[in-house]
């Protein structure tokens, strides 16, 4: 902390101070606060001070330019400054808080860098990654259209397996590009009625699906302050999969409400009476490509619940689930998230 | 109505088998120049005295060697004598940021190239459907093209 009064001299500085800038205590005060402050900004600086002086109230320094000190061998380093003012009996005194970030500096450079590769990375999987299962699919196909005699039974038989595994593969490159984005989307969160959002899925869901019989009981309204494109993908996400693991029942019942729970702001909860899951492995349901059923049974990416988390987690809520083999499936997660001011 | 080219702008040999093979079995039989990288196809389509005919559909990739897509893109529209052509970007990725940028330096269209063989066949087959029978080409290219190929 350096203290300065109305004419810019140092009156007073702390043993911080002292460490920081690299001056002893007697070389700093009397003299004007500018020799702390960089070449490039020090002519400027008086001006700053006295506009600073006519009205001190405490703020932060520079405006959120980024600011630097200078120590006494003239390197400099990255600051950040608050000032205040305090009224004495020798008239108005400025204390600025001086503090080094420079590791801070660091490791945001650090997260920028690892967030362009990241980006880099996604740019290749889009574009690269895809082309080569273009040619498998397509070829492999071309070879069932004009060769489908000469393949035989078991060739035949083997082009389809090929065919259906660049396909799925296909499916995981696109899951994969949607985690990547969902973690780094803009939110904009509006009050959205989670219940009318679940009643428009469950009826594309039944008229996609004229063959089934299923229940739905919806409560509504449900109103959540979320992102809306973001929870409508975790309730199509929910849904689905209730959808998807009831369809061996003919009796299919497909919940959605609020329960109350702790102090969450909004607890949720989508539960069938299908298929369920070994509880043994619950842990492991919301982890990405992680499935609990083989794609014979029941086919999937394994991406549309770790989507749910991950959404859910930047909603500042939890996820959580319920279940037995054979006795149905209850998802819950909670929605906190909290206009900011 | 004299039938018009394609050029489709494709760097990778199975993409445009595969192009080729989905056009044909669609019967779409107008003929296709490929040009196999972002430099070639400027200079197919900007040569003096070139015997190539203005092209009435350009299919173009994003990712090329040497000049990339978009700045094809933007070549071709800076450019009167192709400034009305129908570009219609057909590519592996479908991220928020490649197709505003498309849009953005004027493409006509954006579509992903699908792996489903099936999917692809008739997206390539419906592009050329639309653009070469039943969209309505600038006159001014009309014109163009006319006076290039009778001065």
């Known amino acids: 902390m350096v203290c300065v009064d109305a004419g810019g001299r140092i009156v007073l500085v702390n043993a911080q101070m002292v460490r920081l800038f690299g001056y002893p205590r ?24 006295t506009g600073y002086m006519a009205d001190p109230v405490p703020r932060p320094m520079g405006a959120g330019m980024p600011l630097a000190g200078r120590r006494r061998d003239g390197s400099t380093f990255p600051a950040e400054i608050s000032l205040s003012a305090i009224d004495t009996d020798e008239g108005t005194l400025v204390t600025a808080a001086v503090r080094d970030v420079t590791e801070r500096q660091c490791r945001q450079d650090d997260l920028e860098r690892a967030i362009r590769n990241l980006e880099t990375f996604t740019y290749s999987v889009a574009h690269d990654l895809r082309a080569p299962l273009r040619a498998l699919g397509g070829f492999t196909a071309a070879l069932l259209e004009d060769c489908w005699d000469a393949l035989g039974e078991a060739g035949q038989g083997y082009a389809e397996r090929i065919k259906a595994a660049s396909e799925q593969m296909a499916a995981l490159i696109d899951g994969l590009l949607r985690l990547s984005r969902l973690s780094r989307a803009e939110m904009n969160l509006h009050a959205v009625d989670l219940g009318a959002e ?61 329960t109350p729970v702790g102090d969450a702001r909004v607890c949720c909860y989508v539960r069938d009476n299908g298929a369920g899951f070994d509880p043994a492995y619950v842990r492991k349901l919301f982890n990405p490509f992680q499935r609990l059923h083989t794609a014979g049974e029941f086919p999937g990416t394994g991406v549309g619940l770790a989507s749910v988390r991950l959404i859910v987690e930047r909603h500042a809520g939890h996820t959580w689930a319920e279940g037995a083999i054979g006795e149905g499936a209850t998802f819950y997660f909670t929605l906190n998230a909290r206009e900011i001011a | 109505m004299k039938s018009r080219n394609i050029l489709l702008i494709e760097d990778n040999p199975d993409d445009e088998a595969l192009t080729l093979r989905a056009l044909r079995r669609n019967k779409i039989l ?43 893109l933007r070549r071709l529209r800076a450019d009167e004598r192709t400034q009305f ?55 001014e290219f009309v014109h163009h093209q006319m006076e290039g190929r009778h001065p």
């Open chain 1, 26 to 49: 007697e070389e700093l005060e009397g003299q004007l606060v500018e020799m702390l402050v960089p070449d490039a900004a020090r002519a400027a600086h008086p001006q700053h001070r």
């Open chain 1, 198 to 258: 679940a009643s428009r899925i469950a009826g594309e869901l039944q008229r996609g699906g004229l063959d089934r019989r299923v229940s739905f009981v919806i409560q509504r309204p449900i109103w959540a302050l979320a992102d809306t494109p973001m929870i409508r993908m975790v309730l199509q996400s929910l849904l689905d999969n209730a959808w998807k693991f009831t369809s061996r029942r003919d009796d299919a019942l497909i919940e959605f409400g609020t």
């Open chain 2, 30 to 72: 107008n003929k296709v120049t490929v040009a196999h990288d972002g430099a070639e196809a400027l200079e197919l389509l900007f040569t003096e005295g070139s015997d190539v005919p203005p092209p009435g559909l350009i299919l173009l990739d994003l990712k090329l060697p040497k000049i990339d897509g978009l700045e094809v």
């Open chain 2, 85 to 139: 052509i129908p570009v219609v970007v057909l590519t592996s990725s479908k991220l928020d940021e490649d197709i505003i940028a498309s849009y953005r330096n004027g493409a006509n269209g954006y579509v992903r190239k699908p792996v489903k063989f099936a999917e692809f066949a008739e997206a390539v087959s419906t592009l050329g459907m639309f653009w070469l029978l039943l969209n309505e080409a600038a006159p």
